[in-house]
Nanobody
Framework: QVQLVESGGGLVQIGGSLKLACVAFGGTGSPYGMGWFRQAPGKEREFVGT????????YTADSVKGRFTISRDNAKNTVYLQMNSLKPEDTAVYYC?????????????????WGQGTQVTVSS
């Protein structure tokens, strides 16, 4: 069993930056693929970014491409989401997810474990 704990959310002004972190407890040594998703009020959960178990393959959504970067540090069992040039439309609860197969995925249904989420609010 894997427990995921996100941190780093908060309130930031337009154009600001935040760095989210997700620490995985349990399942150490397993080659998990990791992903970030977000859900705004009244909207479906949407894909933000994903990274392979070794960090060599990454994808980010078109809506955040060039502004958000996903990375991981396996020695710390942590995956990061660096968010720059934040916009009001980035306001959402951000969720970290892990999948037992180490390849990345854009599909939420393919993930096996989810964190509780961290709120990101971008103020105008």
């Amino acid at each position: 069993q894997v427990q995921l704990v996100e941190s780093g959310g908060g309130l930031v002004q337009i154009g600001g930056s935040l760095k989210l972190a997700c620490v995985a407890f349990g399942g150490t040594g397993s080659p998990y693929g990791m992903g970030w998703f977000r859900q705004a009020p009244g909207k479906e959960r949407e894909f933000v970014g994903t990274i392979s178990w070794n960090g060599n393959i990454k994808y980010t959504a078109d809506s955040v491409k060039g502004r958000f970067t996903i990375s991981r540090d396996n020695a710390k069992n942590t995956v990061y989401l660096q968010m720059n040039s934040l916009k009001p439309e980035d306001t959402a609860v951000y969720y970290c997810a892990a999948k037992r197969a180490g390849i990345p995925s854009l599909l939420a249904i393919e993930y096996d474990y989810w964190g509780q989420g961290t709120q990101v609010t971008v103020s105008s």
